[in-house]
């Protein structure tokens, strides 16, 4: 009865926690695509303020005294609540050995960062960046320091930041994993740049105009399941999924006149995101557990999306008649084949988001070998455009002809996220793994096909959404397939399909 008291205090007490958290994550929505840039200085004041005080709330002394209380008695617990002890346990861990002002001074030059980094890129001009990133990165090697208890036997500080993005996951083990993926996207490339296919893309660069993509985009949200009723699609430069909750789940895309794939498929990427958080089951949604349950699980729902349905032959088999109707004079004559080709054609290029599926696992390897360097001190801030240039030359062969094109294309560090980008190979990893799984089950190409989506959407559902935060990655992919993480069925999923695609020999 007692411990019956203790354990609802406790989830009343993280629902105060939450409600911070859903407050910040509304103001950082607004940060990053509608509010005016002459209010940096008091928005990031005001964030600050709300950062301090849910760091209070993360690491004061009474959730001290709960997590104590607690503690003797985990295994009495149901299953979500052990999981909500474990991460706020963890989260107090990490940020007990952090002072509270300098926490409040991260968060304000985190949010002055972003600023000055998205004017950066648009002047193409890496010096205006460099002293914040070093800032960054310095507040990060402090914080490491001060955290240097977690990291695992024999391990690095950076093991610590990779963890803290996808529990489990080290340098040893990251790279295993991208040894093994670039053992076979390395000779894969060079296979299809001595390959005769031609692929036709000229029709993928035909003037769309916005408005005309736009409906296309909330079409193709509406179409694989975007509850609209409970989200919201806006713009912005680096396309994201944020928002508080499963009622309220916003999402940007981006438009190109020009490109109109490329706002094809950032719609069905933050659609895979959003559709995560909207399944989680009603009962852990306002609870700490009603999110994602790790960075590298939900970039398999947003790969998923993307580029196992998107980026198939029987998804253009689905889309062409629909796509010919809003433009019949410019589409006439596109076959879905042809679509489906030119979606999938496979060529290095310079900007991660925009990479194709084959190619992409590299811009990720690149990124993680160099926060390896900066973490291991390894490289210098100054020296990060010529590096970051070296490896696109060495692993893609081209080189960045402006930095806004090169190292200051992505919003990451600039908001303080080093440890992230390995996850987005994850994405893809675990998104073939779900592939395997569900083909077992049913035809998916066959529903695909027939825009039976909501079928694909309940398995995922029931395997992943639903669960929330309750199990970590491991777990949950061993409650479901018996197996963790394992690379090989990604390896055999690009292997057999550009093979295919470009008419090689196996
Ligand atoms: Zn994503």
Not at 358 to 364: K, R
Request: charged residues 25%; contains cysteine; negative net charge.
């Amino acid at each position: 009865m007692e411990l019956n008291k203790k354990v609802e205090d406790f989830k009343a007490y993280l629902d105060r926690i939450n409600t911070f958290n859903s407050a910040m994550s509304i103001l950082s929505f607004d940060s990053s695509t509608i509010a005016p840039a002459g209010g940096i200085a008091l928005r990031a004041k005001r964030m600050g303020f709300l950062q301090l005080e849910i760091f209070k709330m993360t690491t004061g002394e009474e959730i001290k005294g709960y997590l104590e209380a607690l503690a003797p008695h985990l295994d009495e617990l149901d299953k979500p609540t052990q999981a909500m002890y474990k991460k706020a346990k963890k989260k107090y861990d990490e940020l007990t050995k952090i002072p509270p002002e300098k926490v409040q001074e991260y968060a304000t030059l985190t949010e002055e960062a972003e600023s000055v980094w998205a004017q950066a890129r648009k002047d193409n001009d890496f010096a205006a960046f460099a002293p914040y990133l070093s800032r960054l990165i310095a507040f990060n090697k402090e914080f490491l320091i001060l955290r240097a208890d977690e990291m695992p036997e024999g391990g690095k500080p950076y093991d610590i930041l990779l963890d803290d993005f996808e529990a489990g996951m080290t340098i040893e083990k990251y790279d295993d994993f991208f040894e093994k993926l670039k053992a076979v996207v390395v000779p894969l490339i060079k296979q299809i740049a001595a390959s005769k296919k031609e692929i036709q893309t000229d029709f993928a660069k035909y003037h769309v105009d916005i408005p005309a993509q736009r409906k296309i985009s909330d079409r193709l949200a509406e179409q694989i399941g975007f509850d609209i009723s409970r989200g919201y699609i806006g713009e912005a430069a680096h396309p994201f999924c944020g928002g508080p909750d499963k009622t309220d789940v916003r999402i940007t895309t981006r438009y190109d006149e020009n490109d109109f794939l490329s706002s094809v498929y950032s719609i069905l990427h933050e659609c895979g995101h959003a559709i995560y958080e909207q399944n989680i089951a009603d009962e852990i949604a306002d609870t700490t557990l009603g999110t994602g349950t790790s960075m590298g699980i939900h970039e398999s729902q947003s790969r998923f999306y993307e580029n196992v349905i998107g980026r198939s032959l029987a998804y253009w088999q689905y889309l062409t008649p629909s796509l010919k109707e809003i433009l019949p004079q410019e589409f006439a004559n596109i076959t879905p084949l042809m679509f489906f080709e030119a979606a999938n054609k496979s060529q290095p290029s310079l900007i991660r988001v925009e990479a194709d599926e084959l190619t992409y696992g590299l811009h990720i390897v690149i990124r993680y070998e160099i926060e390896k360097m900066i973490f291991a001190g390894e490289v210098e801030v100054n020296d990060l455009p010529a590096l970051w240039n070296k490896k696109y030359a060495e692993y893609l062969g081209i080189t960045p002809p402006t930095d806004a094109d090169g190292v200051l294309q992505d919003i990451h560090w600039s908001i303080g996220m080093f440890g992230y980008f390995p996850t987005y190979a994850l994405g893809s990893a675990y998104a073939a793994q779900l592939l395997y799984y569900m083909n077992k089950e049913m035809d998916v190409d066959a529903l695909i096909a027939k825009g039976e989506f909501a079928t694909i959407t309940k398995w995922l559902e029931e395997k992943i959404h639903k669960h929330g935060s309750v199990y970590t990655p491991n777990e949950l992919m061993e409650l479901n397939f018996g197996e963790q993480l394992n690379g090989e069925y990604y390896a055999k999923y690009l292997k057999d399909k550009f093979t295919a695609l470009y008419e090689l020999l196996c």
